[in-house]
């Protein structure tokens, strides 16, 4: 039985390796495609990053089965409830290779630097993010690894 993936279409760029924040600021606003697309691998991928989110401490499922219909799957997909994405893409792209590609694309829901689901930056706390227990500023610009422990906290 084979599996497809859909990755027509979906942004540009080839090359390998991790995406870098904007060296003059360090911010992720002042994205830089061109180094991202240079470190993105030049073939297929089979990655599983683990994503935890915490809302003013309370746990967020991801839910089952995003990005998965029939035998057509997205490039980042879920299928159990254990927050664990499984980034299965033939072709890597600057689009698809990014954190961003599975809340804004794959789950429908925002994730930036501002706001995570419907929480943004404000009174009510700010948005963090850790890549395996380091604080990572690239938010939706990261290019999740293999086994990576992503964390994204509201507070």
Same mark, same amino acid.
């Not at 992720?28 to 470190?39: C, P, R």
């Given at each position: ?22 060296? $003059?600021? &360090?911010?992720?606003? !002042? ?10 691998? $030049? ?10 989110? /915490?809302?003013? &401490? $309370? ?7 995003? !990005?998965? !219909? ?29 954190? &961003? ?20 930056? &404000? /009174? ?32």
């Amino acid at each position: 039985v084979g599996v497809y993936f859909v990755v027509a279409g979906m942004g540009s760029g080839n090359g390998d390796g991790k995406q870098l924040v904007n060296p $003059k600021d &360090g911010s992720s606003n !002042g994205f830089d495609e061109k180094a991202f697309a240079q470190q993105i691998p $030049k073939g297929a991928i089979h990655w599983h990053p683990h994503v935890t989110i /915490l809302i003013k &401490g $309370k746990a967020v499922t991801i839910p089952a089965n995003l !990005g998965i !219909g029939g035998r057509v799957h997205l490039p980042v997909h879920t299928h159990e409830t254990d927050n664990i994405l499984h980034w299965e893409v033939n072709a890597p792209t600057v689009e698809n290779m990014q954190l &961003g590609f599975f809340f804004n694309k794959v789950w429908n829901k925002k994730f930036s630097s501002e706001c995570i689901l419907d929480y943004c930056n &404000g /009174l009510e706390g700010t948005v963090k993010m850790y890549v395996n227990d380091v604080e990572n500023s690239e938010f939706d610009h990261y290019m999740p690894r293999d086994k990576d422990e992503i964390k994204i906290v509201f507070e």
